[in-house]
């Protein structure tokens, strides 16, 4: 069940009294179904719809299916329920996926040990961003990487990333901002990337 940020469990029993299956509860049972139920705030940009806009099937199963694509969710399921006024309700349903992503790996080559070292959170600051530090020793150098990647950047158009890395050969930065094809809101996509031109090489290399 989704209600507008701030709503709380007023928001939930207002959305329970226009459901048809709960009219006939009184006011002490309708506050006992909302109290064991999990109000869920999403960014607005996460949905292709807003509260008002017309009940459309084909925006609600796009909407599934970018809140799938963040990985921040599984399973999700949007489902409409027709209202007497002639609107709809619309519920939300998702579970929370795991997160936070630690990775290592150690390997020996001709007795020398390399190793990398990898943290990744795919919901940094519970925002839906994704930021990547890792570390890797290899033989003969070594190479550190912050990753950033936000894909709501400036409202639900842009998919900003940007990269900083340092090795024993050098140092250097990429940055790229995407608009992604959405056949909903944005019927063009665009593409621009950001590296100096004597990092291109060793960009390529890390780029995820």
Not at 30 to 35: I, K, L, Y
Not at 184 to 205: C, H, K, W
Request: include cysteine; proline fraction near 6%; charge should be negative.
């Amino acid at each position: 069940m989704v209600t507008e940020p701030g709503q709380g469990q007023s928001g939930v029993r207002e959305i329970l009294s226009k459901v048809p299956f709960f009219q006939d509860l009184t006011p002490a049972e309708v506050d006992r179904v909302a109290g064991i139920g999990r109000v869920v705030e999403y960014q607005k940009d996460m949905l292709l719809f807003r509260e008002g806009d017309p009940c459309d099937p084909e925006v609600l199963q796009e909407s599934e299916r970018k809140l799938r694509a963040t990985g921040l969710m599984n399973p999700v399921a949007i489902t409409s329920t027709p209202l007497p006024d002639g609107t709809c309700a619309v519920e939300v349903r998702t579970r929370d996926s795991w997160t936070t992503k630690p990775g290592i790996d150690i390997a020996s080559y001709g007795g020398e040990i390399t190793y990398n070292i990898d943290l990744e959170e795919s919901n940094f600051l519970g925002r839906g961003t994704n930021l990547l530090l890792s570390y890797e020793q290899e033989v003969d150098t070594r190479r550190f990487l912050i990753d950033y990647q936000d894909p709501q950047f400036l409202g639900r158009s842009w998919d900003a990333w940007a990269a900083v890395w340092d090795t024993d050969e050098g140092n250097g930065f990429a940055l790229r901002l995407r608009q992604p094809f959405d056949a909903f809101t944005i019927p063009v996509a665009f593409e621009g990337l950001v590296s100096p031109a004597e990092q291109e090489q060793d960009f390529q290399d890390r780029e995820v």
